[in-house]
């Protein structure tokens, strides 16, 4: 297996491998709590935060783990991880921990973290572990976050309410509200409007994608039309 440079496994993560865009895994906590920016970044920062910890951990024992018992022992990290972060949470995101609920614990049996300790971790060192991790829990973050805003924008009228849960209360003026008077838009923060939106934001996906084909394309067919000298 070739090796991929650490720019490929950015790339990867954020936009060729994406797992919300391109591997479609994780839906049902992108899908349930995307309601709005702020709980959006704070399920995709704690799945982040999984992943780092899971990859890391599942990296450095790689050599020492038998290849019969890798996934018990791999789900057993996860669940440990995510029962810290979910203590944390409690503790000092309670009112935001309140909010996602179930979710967080859901963590552990997120397909992406899980396939991301088979398919990379397990065959790689520490820091090209490192460096997937953030790329996937990043990139999943930011189709959270996208989704998030997409959806508050429309549902709400707003950006970053109730950042306060997550910022502390000096966030509380962070809120930016589009449209005054605004009655919302109720298909946007219902589930039905989570499908739409992460439609949408895979069609825009595509698009880019296929418009950056047509112009490598193009550049491929005037490079072999030049004379050769």
Known sequence: MSTRSYRRIVADG???????????LGLCPLLAISGTVVNALGLG???????????????????WVRPEIRIPVYVLIIA?????????MNAYFHELY???????????????IIGRAEAFASKNPMPRALV?????????????VALGGLR????????FAQAHLMFGDMARGLTLTLVEDYRGFLLAVL??????????????????DEHLERRAARRRT???????T
């Open 14 to 24: 954020f936009w060729y491998n994406n797992p919300g865009l391109v591997q479609l």
């Open 45 to 63: 920062l704690a799945t982040t935060l999984t992943l780092v910890a899971s990859n890391l951990s599942v990296s450095a024992i790689r050599n």
């Open 80 to 88: 440990s991880v995510v029962t810290a972060i979910e203590l944390a």
């Open 98 to 112: 309140l909010i996602l609920g179930i979710f967080i614990p859901l963590i552990v049996t997120n397909c992406a």
């Open 132 to 144: 997937d991790a953030l790329a996937m829990g990043l990139g999943f973050t930011a189709v959270l």
């Open 152 to 159: 508050e924008a429309l549902g709400q009228g707003t950006l």
């Open 191 to 208: 589930p039905p409007g989570a499908f739409i939106g992460l439609g949408l934001l895979l069609a825009l996906k595509n698009a880019v």
């Open 222 to 228: 005037a490079m072999a039309e030049q004379p050769q």
